[in-house]
């Protein structure tokens, strides 16, 4: 059974940076794409970053670029989300998700099937 764990959420001041880490268990994780998407309260679910399945090419949301880094160790089964210079508007549950590469269309959250349980990012003083 596909399955998805994200950690490395936590409290951090503005400018702080934090790294968030995407296990995969129960699928091989070279077959597919694998997005990060973030929810903050009372806001509907956006996309943060994409990363397809051999980590050759790579998408960011223009909120996030040049702080953001999407990464993948498939020896790990684990992709990473690098977040530099924290800004107080980052603060959400983060989530990782998997769609495989032959299914995947856009970096969209409704373009992804299977969804970790989210891990909490609060960005503040």
């Known amino acids: 059974q596909l399955k998805l764990v994200e950690s490395g959420g936590g409290l951090v001041q503005p400018g702080g940076s934090l790294r968030l880490s995407c296990a995969a268990s129960?699928?091989?994780?070279?077959?597919?794409?694998i997005g990060w998407f973030r929810q903050a309260s009372g806001k509907e679910r956006e996309e943060v970053s994409c990363i397809s399945s051999s980590g050759g090419s790579t998408m960011y949301a223009d909120s996030v670029k040049g702080r953001f880094t999407i990464s993948r160790d498939n020896a790990k089964n684990t992709v990473y989300l690098q977040m530099n210079s924290l800004k107080p508007e980052d603060t959400a549950v983060y989530y990782c998700?998997?769609?495989?590469?032959?299914?995947?269309?856009?970096?969209?959250?409704?373009?992804?099937?299977?969804w970790g349980q989210g891990t909490q990012v609060t960005v503040s003083w």
């Open positions: 129960g699928f091989i994780l070279d077959f597919y794409v």
């Open positions: 998700a998997a769609i495989s590469r032959a299914l995947f269309r856009l970096c969209v959250p409704g373009g992804f099937g299977s």
